[in-house]
């Protein structure tokens, strides 16, 4: 079993960062990929980056190219999300995921997920 724990969400003004964290603990040895998916209210669920933990290449979703950037600290065993120029449409509960597979990052699917950690930005 894998868990994932988010943190680093809160409360910012439009234009402002955040970096949001992700802990994983437990059989992280058997994964493959990490992303950070995001839920605004009455949306679905919307992907917004990867990262494959073999060679550390990252996929981002168009809307987060430039402003958004997915990492990882292996010795950790934690995945980040830092987060610039947030607008409001940023506004949404983010969403820690872990797949135990490798594939086209696009098309993973998602074996893991954390409880989510909820981004406000106001404008």
């Known amino acids: 079993q894998v868990q994932l724990v988010e943190s680093g969400g809160g409360l910012v003004q439009a234009g402002g960062s955040l970096r949001l964290s992700c802990a994983a603990s437990?059989?992280?040895?058997?994964?493959?990929?990490m992303g950070w998916f995001r839920q605004a209210p009455g949306q679905e669920r919307e992907f917004v980056a990867a990262?494959?933990?073999?060679?550390?290449?990252?996929y981002y979703a168009d809307s987060m190219k430039g402003r958004f950037t997915i990492s990882r600290d292996k010795a950790k065993v934690t995945m980040y999300l830092q987060m610039n120029s947030l607008k409001p449409e940023d506004t949404a509960v983010y969403y820690c995921?872990?797949?135990?597979?490798?594939?086209?990052?696009?098309?993973?699917?998602?074996?893991?997920w954390g409880q989510g950690t909820q981004v406000t930005v106001s404008s």
């Open positions: 995921a872990a797949a135990r597979n490798l594939g086209y990052l696009p098309s993973v699917t998602y074996d893991y």
């Open positions: 437990g059989r992280t040895f058997s994964l493959y990929v």
């Open positions: 990262i494959d933990l073999s060679g550390d290449s990252t």
